[in-house]
């Protein structure tokens, strides 16, 4: 004769066809947790690759004497990645300055200082238009007093 089903066989049954089940979901979502963190990792390594092409092509723009295109490869190099793009911001600022766009250049020369403090050259430059800013405005003071 077959013994009844107590519920603590039943119990005992349930559990050993639900454990399987909890363990493959757990299994899977730590599968998905380290896919993710790594597409992620790629993103932001393919975006870093990006901004340090823009930036080399933005160096030789500015070697060549193309402005405008390098002040866009620099921008788009500091967009892309900005935790790199302290030298995209001295080269920006020092072709802001060059085309007379001292307040955009101090900007520029005052984040190179923000993200890398040892950046001597930023504080001179930075300096150097701030002065030069100040003279104008000073001529200008001047030039309409009555």
Same mark, same amino acid.
């Given at each position: 004769?077959? /013994?009844?089903?107590?519920?603590? #066989? ?17 299994? /899977? =979502?730590? %599968? ?13 390594? !393919?975006? %870093? ?13 500015? %070697?060549?004497?193309?402005?405008? *295109?390098?002040? =866009? #490869? ?10 790199? /793009? =302290?030298?995209? $911001? $001295?080269?920006? +600022? ?5 085309? +007379? !766009? ?7 020369? =005052? %984040?190179?200082?923000?993200? *890398?403090?040892? $950046? ?8 150097? $238009? ?5 003279? *104008? ?5 001047? /030039?309409?007093?009555?």
């Amino acid at each position: 004769m077959k /013994s009844p089903m107590t519920i603590k #066989n039943l119990v005992v049954l349930m559990l050993l066809l639900l454990v399987p089940v909890f363990v493959y979901a757990a299994s /899977s =979502s730590k %599968k998905q947790e380290e896919k993710e963190v790594k597409a992620e990792q790629e993103k932001e390594l !393919k975006a %870093k690759n990006e901004a340090i092409d823009f930036y080399n092509q933005g160096r030789q723009n500015y %070697k060549d004497g193309q402005k405008e *295109t390098a002040i =866009s #490869n620099f921008s788009k190099a500091i967009e892309l990645f900005p935790e790199i /793009s =302290s030298d995209a $911001y $001295y080269f920006r +600022g020092h072709l802001y300055a060059e085309m +007379g !766009k001292n307040d955009e250049a101090i900007a520029d020369f =005052s %984040k190179t200082i923000e993200m *890398t403090p040892e $950046y001597k050259e930023a504080y001179a430059e930075g300096a150097i $238009y701030t002065i030069i800013r100040i003279s *104008t405005i000073r001529r200008f003071l001047i /030039s309409t007093r009555p």
